[in-house]
C-alpha cells in the first residue's frame, strides 16, 4: 500500500527529471556549432523521381489505346509530348493511354507524396492488326511477326518458302506505300536447291561445189601474135580448188583448158551438257572452257608495249533459281557456247593475228516444274551462196558457154536446240555417286608398246555382277 507522503516524494522527483531533460536540450540548442569535417560533412542528396530506366515499353497504334490499373492513387500526371500520345484518367487508379501521332513519348504518374507509382515508354506506330490478320490468312504455313518502328515496319520470324517472304515483303510495301520503309527480317526454313541440266545441241552441214574451166592460148597470123587468156575466180567462198586438169591443143593456134574442180561435205556436231546447282534465290556461274588474249592497244613511248585483255569462251552457264509453291521454279538463266574461229579474224602490225569467236547464246526468264523440260531457244538456218564468174558474152551460149564460166555453188545449214530441265534436289552420300573415272588403270608398260593399249578396264568397286555372260570389252573404254 502506497501513502500519501511516497505519492508526493514520486512527483516532485519526476519533475526535476523533466526539467533537467529541458534544460539539456535547450543548452545543445544555444551552444554554438563547429564546421563539420570530413566524413561529418552531409551533402544534399539528389534523387531521380521518374526516369526511362523504370518504365516499361507499351507499343501503341495511332488511333488505338490501352486501359491501365495503377497500384495507388494518382495524384499528378507527366506526359512529355501530348502530340504523340495522351493519357485520360478516369478514375484514381484507371488510365487510358491514347496514341495521337507516330513517333515515341513517355508518361510518368505520381502519388500524392510525389512518388512514382509507374511509368511507361510509349512507342506509337502504324495500326498493323490489318497487316498481321493478312499475313496469317495468306501465308498460314509461315510464322512470321510485325513489328512498328517509327514510320517503318520490320518483318521477322520464318517463312515456309522465300516466294512467302517475297510476298510478305510486298503486303508490307504496299501498306507503308515505301518499301524502302520495311525492313525484311524473315528467314528461310530449309531453302531448296535447285540442279539445273542444260542441253545444248548443234549440227551443222557444209556443201561447196566449184566447177570452171580456164582457158589460155596463142594464135599467129604472120607476124602478129594473138594472146588470149581467160581466168574466172570463185569468188562465194574465197576457196581455190585443190584439184585441176590441164590439157593442150593444136599447134597454131595452140590451146590449153585447165579445168577447177571441187566439191566438199562437211558436217559440225555439237553437244554441251552442262550441270550447275544453286541455292533457292541464289545466283550460280559455271564455265568450261578458256581464255586468249586479245590486243587492246599500245602503251608507250618510248618502248611501245603491247595491252592485252583477255575474252572468255567455251560453254558457259548462269542462272537463279527460285522455288515457287507448289513445286514450280522460276528460272533466270543465261547459257552460251562460244569457240575460236579463222571467220572475221583480225590481223594488226607486228605479225600479231586476234581470233574470233562464233557465240550460241540464249537469255531468258521461265517457270516450269521441277523435273520439267524446256526448249529455251531453236533454230534453224539456211544460207545459200551462188556465183558465175565468165567471159561476157560468150558465157551466155548454151553448152559451149561452160568453157568460159566457173560456178562457185554454198550451202549452209544449221540446226540449234537449247533444252533446259530444273530439279529440285536434296544432298546424297558420297557412296551413291559415280565419278567418270571410277574403274579407270593406267596400262601396263608391255600392254602400252606391245598391244597399242591406253589403259585397263576394271569393275566399278562395289557394284553388284550381272549374272549375264559379257562378250568383248565393258566398263568405261577411252579410244
Known amino acids: 500500500m502506497i501513502e500519501q507522503g511516497d505519492v508526493g516524494d514520486m512527483a516532485i522527483r519526476a519533475l526535476i527529471r523533466t526539467a533537467t531533460l529541458a534544460a539539456l536540450i535547450a543548452g545543445a540548442a544555444l551552444a554554438p556549432t563547429a564546421p563539420a569535417t570530413g566524413a561529418d560533412a552531409r551533402v544534399p542528396v539528389i534523387k531521380v523521381a521518374a526516369s526511362e530506366a523504370t518504365s516499361r515499353f507499351v507499343p501503341l497504334g495511332v488511333g488505338k489505346s490501352v486501359a491501365i490499373d495503377l ?9 512529355a509530348d501530348p502530340k504523340i500520345a495522351n493519357a485520360v484518367i478516369r478514375s484514381s487508379r484507371r488510365v487510358y493511354m491514347i496514341g495521337v501521332k507516330i513517333g515515341q513519348t513517355n508518361i510518368f504518374f505520381f502519388d500524392a507524396q510525389g512518388k512514382q507509382i509507374a511509368g511507361f515508354d510509349i512507342a506509337v506506330t502504324r495500326d498493323l492488326n490489318g497487316l498481321r490478320a493478312a499475313l496469317k490468312q495468306t501465308l498460314p504455313d509461315s510464322d512470321i511477326r510485325i513489328e512498328g518502328v517509327n514510320d517503318g515496319v520490320m518483318l521477322t520470324g520464318t517463312a515456309a518458302s522465300p516466294q512467302d517472304s517475297q510476298q510478305a515483303f510486298d503486303l508490307a510495301s504496299r501498306l507503308v506505300g515505301d518499301g524502302n520503309k520495311v525492313v525484311n527480317g524473315i528467314t528461310v526454313r530449309g531453302r531448296d536447291q535447285v540442279l539445273l541440266k542444260v542441253t545444248v545441241a548443234e549440227v551443222q552441214r557444209d556443201v561447196i561445189k566449184q566447177l570452171g574451166i580456164d582457158i ?57 551438257e552442262p550441270n550447275l546447282t544453286a541455292i533457292s534465290g541464289e545466283t550460280a556461274t559455271f564455265l568450261a572452257g578458256g581464255e586468249f588474249p586479245v590486243v587492246t592497244g599500245t602503251s608507250g613511248p618510248p618502248a611501245y608495249t603491247p595491252q592485252v585483255e583477255f575474252k572468255k569462251f567455251g560453254v558457259s552457264l548462269i542462272f537463279t533459281p527460285v522455288v515457287l509453291s507448289g513445286g514450280r521454279i522460276s528460272l533466270k ?10 571467220d572475221g579474224a583480225l ?17 531468258t526468264t521461265v517457270e516450269i516444274p521441277s523435273g520439267g523440260s524446256l526448249a529455251l531457244a531453236g533454230m534453224i538456218q539456211e544460207q545459200t551462196k551462188q556465183s558465175i564468174n565468165g567471159l561476157p558474152g560468150l558465157m551466155q551460149v548454151p553448152i559451149l558457154g561452160t568453157l568460159f564460166k566457173s560456178r562457185d555453188f554454198i550451202n549452209h545449214q544449221t540446226e540449234l536446240m537449247i533444252l533446259v530441265t530444273p530439279y529440285v534436289v536434296r544432298a ?29 578396264i576394271y569393275g566399278v568397286a562395289g557394284k553388284t555382277e550381272s549374272p549375264h555372260n559379257y562378250h568383248g570389252n565393258y566398263g568405261f573404254i577411252l579410244d
Open 333 to 342: 538463266v543465261m547459257t552460251e557456247t562460244s569457240e575460236l574461229s579463222t
Open 347 to 363: 590481223s594488226v602490225p607486228g605479225g600479231i593475228s586476234i581470233p574470233s569467236l562464233k557465240t550460241r547464246r540464249a537469255e
Open 216 to 272: 589460155s592460148g596463142s594464135l599467129n597470123y604472120g607476124s602478129a601474135v594473138v594472146n588470149f587468156n581467160s581466168s574466172n575466180s570463185f569468188n562465194a567462198s574465197g576457196i581455190s580448188p585443190s584439184s585441176s586438169l590441164a590439157a593442150a591443143f593444136g599447134g597454131n593456134p595452140r590451146i590449153t583448158a585447165t579445168l577447177q574442180a571441187m566439191e566438199r561435205a562437211g558436217v559440225i556436231r555439237t553437244l554441251a
Open 428 to 456: 546424297v552420300a558420297q557412296k551413291q555417286l559415280s565419278r567418270p573415272d571410277d574403274g579407270f588403270a593406267d596400262p601396263s608398260d608391255p600392254s602400252s608398246v606391245l598391244l597399242g593399249r591406253l589403259n585397263r
Open 71 to 79: 497500384p495507388a492513387d494518382i495524384k499528378d500526371v507527366l506526359v
